[in-house]
């Protein structure tokens, strides 16, 4: 079955940017033209791209809806949205803005019954779960941070009707270092179809997590610096 490979785009002040232990900073590459990086990752393959705002995540208020915009508009790419996505309102702005998919934050996981109500009314296939996982539970970065026991909340979404997940090694966002090939594991043998991100950066790195369960990943820095070769990639995930 075809692996799905999503190169990732992570906008502060609606740039390119990346995350680090101090929150999100300017990325050089491309300049910080991230709808020059959406067209060259379009060029290499790319079908899907996950366009991340980090300004949402981090301060409440979007620095990137034009830039998502803008991205979905270009002509065979499909936009998966995220950062920091907590509220109906977000994920229909996100939708009016042209993403055909959107994560809901892990911060969004502390309030039970307000996530059962946003499963219930998504549109099939529109709203993915975003899983941050450290020292194996679920903690999230950002506005709304939660600490909850991983595999509970695995169960409750689950049972709400969650389709997918995304799993995000927290440690490991913004560096080459690695996935997270256990948790992924944990997570893909819950039965939901899991997306698997962070320190992703090499294909031996995407077989790992394609062996743990997983039926796609995010690729972030190493996507836009060249450390991967792109045009490998597409074609081994479409194996």
Do not use: K, N, Y
């Not at 609606?14 to 680090?20: E, H, S």
């Not at 979905?72 to 950062?83: H, K, N, T």
């Not at 969004?108 to 307000?114: F, H, I, R, V």
Request: hydrophobic share 50%.
């Amino acid at each position: 079955m075809p692996f799905s490979l999503l190169p990732a785009i992570d906008l502060t002040h609606g740039r390119l940017g990346v995350f680090t232990p101090e929150g999100p900073v300017p990325l050089a590459a491309f300049e910080g033209d991230a709808l020059a990086a959406a067209a060259m990752l379009r060029d290499a393959g790319a079908r899907w791209l996950h366009v991340v705002d980090m300004d949402l995540a981090f301060t409440g208020e979007t620095g990137g809806i034009e830039t998502v915009r803008a991205i979905a508009a270009l002509e065979g790419i499909r936009v998966q949205a995220s950062g920091g996505v907590r509220t109906g309102a977000q994920i229909e702005a996100l939708r009016e803005a042209g993403a055909a998919r959107v994560v809901l934050s892990s911060g969004a996981l502390g309030d039970e019954p307000a996530v059962e109500d946003l499963l219930a009314s998504a549109r099939p296939g529109e709203l993915v779960v975003g899983i941050e996982v450290a020292d194996g539970r679920v903690r999230s970065r950002g506005i709304g941070s939660v600490d909850l026991d991983l595999m509970s909340t695995l169960g409750w979404l689950r049972r709400a009707g969650a389709a997918s997940f995304l799993v995000t090694a927290v440690e490991r966002v913004g560096t080459v270092a690695g996935p997270d090939v256990d948790v992924i594991r944990r997570v893909a043998r819950r039965g939901v179809e899991t997306l698997a991100a962070g320190g992703i950066a090499s294909i031996e790195d995407l077989r790992s997590v394609r062996e743990a369960g997983a039926v796609g990943a995010v690729i972030g820095r190493a996507a836009l610096e060249g450390r991967i070769d792109l045009r490998a990639a597409f074609a081994w995930a479409a194996l």
